[in-house]
């Protein structure tokens, strides 16, 4: 805060000016929201951004060349200004995190606190607000690089440049290339060739990318078994569920006072169950549940407890072998391990390309990123339909140009550390 | 090994980070709080490693696992702080906190189990968390000396260097803030199509970081207030408590998909 008895707006300018101007440029914003509704990134998309961008630079360019020496561009250019603006940013980042985002044009929107939705928190990242204080933080940050540059060059000078110009670099291509993403879903059944995006009925939209999904496959985590409240479902001990991972025939093991000893197991079994009998029998077929013949003893129980426990499929029904009044053994869903689509993929321009496309494994194809999105569970580890997502982000190279002079520019942070002070 | 041996390993490893700390106080030299608090960290290794092979995945998915590195980091920040700066009070803090977080781990304890949902699966899982959590350690000794200051402000007669102290702590822990975001960041555009999606946990990471920036630059100017720098300091520890563990209480957390409780 300034501490002589200088008048407001009086040069030297220090953190009050910082204040007013960033609360000032984030009322401006309010105002802009409030008049003209949320910033729609679909309107600045190629060439606009790039315009919009080339004169951002410019701009920063010629302030610095023509009036770098003026008091205001040099206060502009340093830490009373920098602070406020952070401090501005950071609390609607803090507004952003704590309140729920509905992306634009979704229906689920609250209704309830409107004075939010005018103000544009509820989609914050494409509120006036936040965006100016992103531009104002981002042209602070360029006239301080360019000022830099104006001065004495040090060795260490190496983190400043890689720090700033590498964050400057990233947010700018961040921002503009926001509005020229694409990201889109598309359902494919195994056998099946798919080139329409998926999208609200009656629109479809055409991708230069067809995708064949030659077969699909689901590994799943061996079967789990628990102890059941019969008549709440709810696993035991409530505090703390256990659960055991079946490892094989023959083990025994404790779960919430029970004894559970592995009798046999069924990779592939068919489920019969009508309300007096149930019988399991070892059927290789698709849709076929996995099942495990249990012994349970528990004190208090005058003899062991013996019968067959499964998850079921979308074929045959789940079943649990009762303890007795209170509790029952059964086997929950089984956790997925992978899921992986093998996919032949078409473009247009004529290439015809094989791959395996897998979480964490994303196949490039020409511009397009395809992504293993989701699947369709409701055949469970049978599932046959695969989700992809496809994303073109032309901007990428530019926002990874900066983000590796960030990573570059901490390594140089962590091994120099602060500059010695003098004092 | 299982999660329920963490309580025969913990007390090892306090037991001699207590007596490192305690050594600290009272003699002059540091080899031998250095070889105690470093014994300590091995037995508390030993488990971390041994329940890394029994889970056969990284023992990194769930909060209580975080809580285990951070058990770890805390009392490595500490020696670290203390052979490179000497202060002698810091392993006791550091051992104090890393209790803390040990007795929450027992009272409270997570289900651990070897499942890995697909979207952890991923050479940036074990680095992009690793590397959090010592920042996170790095800048809760930051903290610690942060409040040390603040009680007693009045008594202080080395001002200058406890500045210097945090400034150091606070440029190594947003180095590695810094490196742990961009991995989170690359693996994001792998693992989710975006390198940066707003996600709750993302915001909130942002936010911390915007939190150490500001200290750094604060810092900058020399007529700055020591005062308000430390506040700054636990301003921007509050940003990342939210951001590790607060942020699964907030209404923005329905959304998130950075949650990984099976």
């Known amino acids: 805060m300034a501490h002589s008895s200088r008048k407001i707006w009086k040069q030297p300018w220090g953190y009050t000016e910082g204040y007013l101007a960033g609360t000032g440029i984030c009322l401006s914003g309010c105002i802009l929201q409030l008049s003209a509704g949320n910033i729609e990134p679909a309107l600045y998309a190629f060439p606009v951004n790039s315009i919009m961008g080339a004169l951002f630079v410019t701009g920063l360019l010629s302030v610095h060349l023509l009036a770098g020496m003026k008091r205001i561009v040099r206060w502009l250019s340093g830490v009373y200004a920098t602070t406020p603006a952070l401090v501005v940013l950071l609390s609607l980042s803090v507004i952003l995190g704590l309140i729920p985002q509905f992306p634009q044009g979704t229906a689920n929107e609250p209704r309830l606190s409107t004075f939010f939705t005018s103000l544009g928190w509820y989609q914050m990242t494409t509120s006036w607000p936040f965006v100016l204080i992103s531009f104002y933080t981002l042209a602070i940050l360029g006239l301080t690089i360019l000022r830099r540059t104006a001065q004495k060059q040090q060795w260490r000078d190496i983190g400043f440049y890689l720090n700033h110009f590498g964050l400057f670099i990233a947010f700018l291509g961040g921002i503009l290339g926001s509005a020229d993403m694409e990201r889109h879903t598309m359902t494919v059944r195994e056998g099946a060739v798919e080139w329409r995006s998926d999208h609200s009925p009656g629109e479809i939209k055409e991708l230069p990318l067809a995708i064949q999904l030659d077969s699909f496959l689901i590994e799943a985590y061996p079967p789990k078994l628990v102890i059941i409240q019969n008549e709440t479902g709810k696993m035991l001990p409530a505090s703390r569920p256990d659960s055991y991972l079946f490892e094989g025939v023959a083990k025994t093991t404790q779960l919430a006072g029970c004894t559970v000893e592995i009798i046999d197991y069924l990779a592939h079994a068919a489920v019969f169950r009508d309300s007096a009998f149930t019988n399991v029998v070892p059927m290789l077929m698709e849709g076929a549940a996995e099942a495990i013949k249990v012994k349970v003893s528990k004190p208090g129980l005058s003899q062991p407890v013996e019968g067959w426990v499964s998850n079921g499929s979308y074929l045959f029904p789940h079943i649990v072998l009762q303890i007795d009044e209170a509790n029952s053994v059964a086997m929950p869903q089984q956790e997925v391990r992978k899921y992986t689509s093998y996919v032949t993929v078409y473009t247009k321009g004529g290439t015809t390309r094989q791959a395996v496309i897998g979480v964490n494994k994303p196949l490039s194809v020409d511009d397009w990123m395809i992504y293993q999105y989701s699947y369709d569970d409701s055949k469970g580890k049978y599932a046959d339909t695969s989700v992809f997502e496809l994303v073109r982000d032309p901007w990428l190279k530019v926002v990874y140009t900066g983000f590796f002079m960030l990573l570059a520019g901490a390594l140089f942070l962590f091994i120099t550390g602060p500059k010695k002070r003098l004092s | ?262």
């Open chain 2, 1 to 262: 090994m299982t999660w329920n041996a963490l309580i025969y390993f913990a007390a090892g490893a306090l037991l001699l980070w207590g007596a490192g700390a305690a050594l600290a106080m009272k003699y002059n030299t540091k080899t031998l709080p250095a070889v105690m608090t470093t014994a300590g960290l091995i037995v508390f290794f030993f488990f971390i490693a041994a329940l890394w092979h029994s889970l056969e995945r990284p023992p990194l998915r769930t909060m209580g696992e975080t809580r285990l590195w951070y058990s770890f980091f805390l009392p490595v920040a500490g020696l670290l702080t203390y052979l490179r700066w000497n202060y002698r009070w810091i392993l006791s803090f550091t051992t104090l906190l890393s209790a803390v977080f040990i007795v929450v781990n027992i009272v409270q304890p997570d289900i651990h189990d070897k499942v890995l949902m697909p979207a952890l699966q991923s050479p940036w899982f074990a680095p992009h968390v690793i590397i959090y959590m010592f920042s996170y350690a790095i800048l809760g000794a930051a903290t610690l000396i942060a409040i040390y200051y603040l009680v007693r402000e009045k008594q202080l007669n080395n001002k200058t260097g406890i500045l210097q102290t945090t400034d150091n702590l606070v440029y190594a822990g947003i180095a590695c803030i810094t490196l742990g975001m961009l991995m989170g960041a690359i693996w994001a555009k792998e693992a989710w199509g975006h390198y940066w999606s707003w996600d709750p946990k993302e915001t909130w990471a942002a936010a911390t970081w915007i939190g150490y920036l500001l200290y750094i630059h604060y810092r900058l100017k020399k007529n700055s207030s020591d005062k308000t720098a430390m506040i700054l300091l636990l301003i921007a520890f509050l940003l990342l408590q939210i951001c590790w563990y607060g942020v699964n209480y907030l209404p923005s957390a329905q959304q998130s998909i950075h949650t990984y409780t099976s």
